[in-house]
């Protein structure tokens, strides 16, 4: 197999592909529609040179495929590695490409992992250590500094954002640090899986090719922050420019263009279509749109009857695993 062409990267600048770089103030536009029986669950997605890198959820190896300007697999990258659950992709500033190995359904894991995939052929592995706990997490961020940030996904709204404490050693295994909680409100946007909850759910995360900004998706809507000097925790403690998604039955994966105005998406299924999401005319920054005037949804709302059983499961896990954590938090109080 060929490797991905990652020379561009190498520069630390993402080439616009052909059709993907966007233009503010225009509609959404489907650039093409990924049918690869391999990539049934997309779940990361970032444009690099003339590709466009995607990444599936799930799998026996963690594997990294380049897409054409019409979405065929032309390129795959593999390691020998067998993931629990990877959630996110992104590309740092050397040329590698970073996998984040971070799902965790069940809230139970010791460890989560991030891949490497380096230019010279050769791969990386460093696992890390929440410092309260497990979380599941499917935003990865990789600064133009190299620093990764991995953000949680919660069903509240109210997601940690993480990055190691220290260096990190290939093989070994690091704390993480907790430096910024990003919060988000129901929106009325609709889409994904769960209903007005997937409204809450960061389900993806991305960097600008220069640095200028940092993005977090839930099922339904994007939200852009300017970014200044790899300082992802300033950013975040910002207002930050809310983007409305087309509705998809999964959204996960989300890339800024080459230009920084648009914003790349897709969605986990098949037939997949790869988005691009012009951002408003001068943003960011750009005052937020208001969300929706709405209380939290309660339990029955979430788990109503009209939802299909798949993603009733889902929402009462989560709701059930936020009431096992509270309480074994209440039970720790002296």
Known sequence: ??????????TGVLLGVPGIAGAGGAAPTVRCSITDPRLAEVSGL???????????????QVAVYGLDDACAVIDVQSAPVD???PEDLAVGPDGGV????TGDNNVDRATVALHVLRPDGSTALHRLTYPDGAHDAEAL??????????VTKEVLGSSGVYRPAGALADGGTAPMERVATVNVTLTGTPGGPV?????????????????????????????????????VPGALAGEPVRVALPESPQGEAVSFTADSRALVVASEGLPSAVTVVPLP???????TAAPVADPLPGFEELVRSDRSP?????????????????????????
């Open 1 to 10: 197999m060929r490797r991905l062409v990652l020379a561009t990267a190498l």
């Open 46 to 60: 970032v444009a690099v040179g003339e590709q466009v890198l995607a990444l599936n959820d799930g799998g026996d």
């Open 83 to 85: 993931p629990y659950d």
């Open 98 to 101: 970073w996998i984040a190995d």
């Open 141 to 150: 961020l990789v600064t133009p500094d190299g620093t990764p940030y991995v």
């Open 195 to 231: 209903g007005r909850a997937g409204q809450l759910m960061i389900t993806g995360g991305a960097v600008a090719s220069d640095g200028s900004a940092v993005a977090l998706r839930t099922y339904t809507d994007a939200y852009v922050w300017p970014l200044t000097a790899s300082d």
């Open 281 to 287: 005319a001068g943003a960011p920054p750009a005052a």
């Open 310 to 334: 798949v993603a009733a499961a889902l929402i009462a896990a989560a709701v059930a695993t936020l009431v096992v954590w509270l309480g074994s938090r209440l039970r720790r109080r002296p």
